[in-house]
């Protein structure tokens, strides 16, 4: 338990100066908040209108992606090169790893998250075949309007 000492001091002194840290910036915080300190700022150039749409959650899951694909690849590499020194404790830790990353891709795909065009709807194989449609009704014709029929 001695050996430990060491290591719970710091952690009690990483609390103690994170909790001292916290309240002596709120007891000396100036509190004169005005519209400029509070616009964003965005290098120098003020807003002129408001944001048109916030990001989709989307856009950060597959920001998250790339980032897990990025990491996959930099942990198989050494397994790669040494794969006899790892021997099946170093298989365990790649296919542990390679599940748990299927997982959030399949969460990820199941969410929506790679649908970035307009949502299609799902159409029966059966509702596109139809007595009732015919090329006259289903085909558009483009660049006719205004035209005269040229009997």
Same mark, same amino acid.
Request: charged share 15%; proline share 5%.
């Given at each position: 338990?001695? #050996?430990f000492?060491?290591?719970? &001091? *710091?952690?009690?002194?990483?609390?103690?100066?994170?909790?001292?840290?916290?309240? =002596?910036? +709120?007891?000396?915080?100036? +509190?004169? &908040?005005?519209?400029?300190?509070?616009? %964003?700022?965005?290098?120098? $150039?003020?807003?002129?209108?408001?944001? %048109?749409? +916030?990001?989709? =959650?989307?856009?950060?899951?597959?920001? *998250? @992606?790339?980032i897990?694909?990025? $990491?996959?690849?930099?942990?198989?590499?050494?397994?790669?090169?040494? #794969?006899?020194? @790892?021997?099946?404790? !170093?298989?365990?830790?790649? $296919?542990?790893?390679? =599940?748990?990353?299927?997982?959030?891709?399949?969460?990820?795909?199941?969410?929506? !998250?790679?649908?970035? !065009? %307009? =949502? +299609? #709807?799902?159409?029966?194989?059966w509702?596109?075949?139809?007595?009732?449609?015919? &090329?006259?009704?289903?085909?558009?014709?483009? !660049?006719?309007?205004?035209?005269?029929?040229? &009997?």
């Open positions: 338990m001695a #050996q000492l060491p290591v719970l &001091a *710091m952690v009690v002194l990483a609390i103690v100066f994170a909790l001292l840290s916290l309240v =002596v910036s +709120r007891a000396l915080a100036p +509190r004169n &908040a005005n519209a400029a300190k509070l616009a %964003p700022y965005e290098c120098g $150039i003020l807003p002129s209108r408001e944001v %048109p749409e +916030r990001f989709p =959650v989307s856009f950060y899951l597959v920001a *998250m @992606l790339f897990m694909f990025d $990491i996959e690849i930099i942990f198989l590499y050494p397994y790669v090169v040494s #794969q006899e020194a @790892l021997g099946a404790a !170093g298989f365990g830790a790649i $296919i542990s790893f390679s =599940v748990v990353f299927f997982l959030a891709f399949v969460y990820v795909v199941a969410r929506g !998250g790679l649908d970035w !065009g %307009p =949502v +299609r #709807q799902v159409r029966r194989a509702d596109a075949v139809s007595v009732h449609r015919t &090329a006259a009704s289903t085909v558009r014709r483009v !660049g006719t309007e205004g035209r005269e029929e040229a &009997a």
